[in-house]
């Protein structure tokens, strides 16, 4: 059956350090992936697209990989911060028009 | 400015009411979606319309209809509602043109069923 797993339910990381979250699948080809955030009491925002041509993308502190082989998507924070506390999902296009979310990565960032 | 809106925002309830979530967005989208995240912040979809049109119908008891009115609205109805409701529905659009299925979504209404 497809699946979509996001690594550790909750990250916990100091201020300035690079967080990591990663997203795994299987029995998927997706044509891209994105990465959302979520605060509590809010629904998701998108952050990022990554699509299966492209080994890597950048916004600002954020980087995406996406390693179609692994099934693979890693999420990179660099030099985070209190105000990065979230809860990350990535999302897979599975080819029916809609997403399909990962259970998604709590993330905290202790100043 | 508001881009996709939801009310209500909380919705207490006994079991066995009839309830509904209405749903709006200014965007100009033609899809818009819902979704149910549960108590383990599964985010799951239910319905998709585009154009008013029915796309996606995920296995959802019958209880649950959706109804869209025009393409800025995408309202859900709910009959005898159960316990194994509660949770928060999120209301999204997308635009098919644009970048790749991005969800614009609303922020939620959480229901709670007593």
């Known amino acids: 059956s497809q699946k979509i797993e996001q690594n550790s339910e909750a990250l916990n990381i100091q201020e300035g350090k690079t967080a990591t979250l990663t997203c795994n699948y299987t029995n998927y080809s997706p044509a891209y992936l994105q990465w959302y955030r979520q605060d509590p009491g809010r629904g998701p925002v998108f952050l990022l697209l990554i699509r299966e041509n492209e080994k890597e993308k950048r916004k600002e502190r954020l980087k995406v990989t996406f390693d179609t082989t692994l099934k693979q998507s890693l999420f990179h924070i660099t030099a985070s911060q209190p105000a990065d506390s979230a809860t990350y999902l990535c999302?897979?296009?599975?080819?029916?028009?809609?997403?399909?979310f990962g259970s998604g990565t709590r993330l905290q960032v202790q100043p | 400015d508001t881009a996709v809106s939801q009310t209500p925002k909380y919705l207490v309830t006994q079991m066995g009411n009839d309830k509904s979530i209405k749903c709006e967005q200014n965007?100009?989208?033609?899809?818009m979606y819902w979704y149910k995240q549960d108590s383990k912040k599964f985010l799951k979809i239910m319905f998709s319309y585009n154009n008013k049109e029915l796309i996606i119908n995920e296995t959802v008891p019958n209880r649950f209809s959706p109804k869209s009115p025009d393409k800025a609205h995408l309202n859900l109805h709910i009959n005898s509602l159960e316990l194994g409701d509660s949770a928060v529905y999120f209301c999204?659009?997308?635009?098919?043109?644009?970048?790749?299925?991005?969800?614009?979504f609303g922020p939620g209404t959480r229901l709670t069923v007593l």
């Open positions: 965007l100009g989208h033609d899809t």
């Open positions: 999204a659009s997308s635009h098919p043109g644009g970048t790749h299925n991005t969800q614009y």
């Open positions: 999302a897979l296009d599975t080819g029916r028009r809609a997403l399909t």
